[in-house]
């Protein structure tokens, strides 16, 4: 069964820390993906990598920066964390133009 | 900017209707169009992919449509079930998606 793992379903953190999200996918797909989802204004791709060390401004990426070294493995790095940056984040992997498959989430709370 | 919107936020339905839920898009001509289904707290689940030379696409009881000159894509559940509700997100684009907020579908029994 496919699979994408994020390293933390629930995540606590205090304005200025710096927060790292790790996501995984097990299917050797080319492309990963970085969104953030809040009410009402429907996922917003933060940043996304179609190769290793290769990476592409999404949206929104003011923030935040990303990495990955490995195929499998996409990190996402909050700098300096702030409380407008209180979200769900989902990461996403695709093989071309096929559909991305979602890991279940990250829900971080900055305070 | 390209967009993608989902003119309602909710659609609350009794079992057994068909649901239909609309898709536009505006500032570009996205090649596909990509329907997803999100549970509460989970991550969205992809449901079907439609290409812009197809306009028709069924799966199960879901069917779903692209027209280009409306700029526009119907989503339909058929035969609706309780174990359907849920809010599903439509996208646009190739490899990089535009989403929309979704519509999140209520089916009563």
């Known amino acids: 069964d496919v699979k994408v793992t994020q390293s933390s379903r629930y995540l606590v953190k205090r304005t200025g820390e710096k927060v790292f999200l790790e996501c995984v996918q097990d299917?050797?797909?080319?492309?990963m993906f970085w969104y953030r989802q809040d009410p009402g204004l429907g996922l917003r791709l933060i940043y996304f990598?179609?190769?290793?060390?290769?990476?592409e401004k999404g949206d929104i990426p003011e923030g935040y920066s990303v990495s990955r070294e490995k195929k499998e493995r996409f990190s996402l790095i909050l700098e300096s964390a702030s409380t407008n940056q209180t979200s769900m984040y989902l990461c996403?992997?695709?093989?071309?133009?096929?559909?991305?498959?979602f890991g279940p989430g990250t829900r971080l709370t900055v305070l | 900017s390209q967009k993608i919107e989902q003119n309602s936020e909710a659609l609350n339905i009794q079992e057994g209707k068909t649901a239909t839920l609309t898709c536009n898009y505006t500032?570009?001509?996205?090649?596909?169009l990509q329907w997803y289904r999100q549970d509460p707290g989970r991550g969205p689940v992809f449901l079907l992919l439609?290409?812009?030379?197809?306009k028709e696409k069924r799966k199960e009881r879901l069917k779903v449509t692209f027209d280009t000159t409306l700029k526009q894509s119907l989503f339909h559940i058929t035969a609706s079930q309780p174990a359907d509700s849920a809010t599903y997100l439509c996208?646009?684009?190739?490899?990089?998606?535009?989403f929309g907020a979704g519509t999140t579908v209520t089916v009563r029994a």
């Open positions: 299917m050797d797909h080319e492309n």
């Open positions: 990598s179609y190769d290793v060390k290769m990476k």
């Open positions: 996403a992997s695709s093989q071309g133009s096929n559909e991305q498959f």
């Open positions: 500032n570009y001509s996205p090649a596909y």
């Open positions: 996208a646009g684009g190739d490899y990089k998606l535009s």
């Open positions: 439609i290409r812009e030379n197809e």
